[in-house]
């Protein structure tokens, strides 16, 4: 069964740009018709959807977030990563990686989860 | 955008008991609805899709039911390693999660 891992920094300073990177394992992201996502979870907020990318690399994301939203994806390193930039104190989360069996879910595999926490 | 509301916020029940959980969608999602599980330190983990769909590897005493705009999980017999935290999601208009119900001892 497919698994996903996220990895990259846990402390960001405000106004700086936070990356990610989702390495998934035991399945390839080109197979099926499967779309990865990032989701982030923070007791504010609860479960924030931030975008979702396709192997081919078409994208779509939350508008509250768009503006400042990048996302890739790497198939020859089954990897795919994002970009929050001007992040300020509320960016603060558990940043989880999944994927997506239609355009906007359900998730049916997740990464364990990784805390970013955006402080000076 | 749609707003998914559960209720109730805490459920308290014992092992062996049913449980109920509702979610209430502001407005239509046909059957555009899921459920997850999350216990602490975890991802959500995928119970059911399409409001009544079992996900892989889901036991049968989870069920889901309800469309258009109420919507149920119902756990029959609570196992001591249901007691956790369950979100709904819907997928009809982009996609948002409920604010959760705990479900405890």
């Known amino acids: 069964q497919v698994q996903l891992q996220e990895s990259g920094p846990g402390l960001v300073e405000p106004s700086q740009t936070l990356s990610l990177t989702c390495t998934v394992s035991g399945g390839s992201i080109n197979s099926g018709s499967y779309n990865w996502n990032w989701i982030r979870q923070s007791a504010e907020k609860g479960l924030e959807w931030i975008g979702r990318i396709y192997a081919a690399g078409s994208t779509g994301f939350n508008p509250s977030l768009k503006s400042r939203v990048t996302m890739s994806v790497d198939t020859s390193k089954n990897q795919f990563s994002l970009t929050l930039g001007s992040v300020i104190a509320t960016d603060t989360a558990v940043y989880y990686c999944?994927?997506?069996?239609?355009?906007?879910?359900?998730?049916?595999?997740w990464g364990q989860g990784t805390l970013v926490t955006v402080s000076s | 955008e749609i707003v998914l509301t559960q209720s109730p916020a805490t459920l308290s029940l014992s092992p062996g008991e049913r449980a109920t959980l509702s979610c209430s969608a502001s407005?239509?999602?046909?059957?555009?609805l899921a459920w997850y599980q999350q216990k602490p330190g975890q991802a959500p983990r995928l119970l059911i899709y399409?409001?009544?769909n079992r996900a892989t590897g889901i036991p049968a005493r989870f069920s889901g039911s309800g469309s258009g705009t109420d919507f149920t999980l119902t756990i029959s017999s609570l196992e001591p390693e249901d007691f956790a935290l369950y979100y709904c999601q819907q997928r009809s208009a982009s996609l948002s999660f409920g604010g959760g119900t705990r479900v405890e001892i």
């Open positions: 399409d409001a009544s």
């Open positions: 407005q239509s999602i046909s059957d555009y």
């Open positions: 999944a994927r997506g069996v239609h355009k906007y879910g359900p998730f049916d595999s």
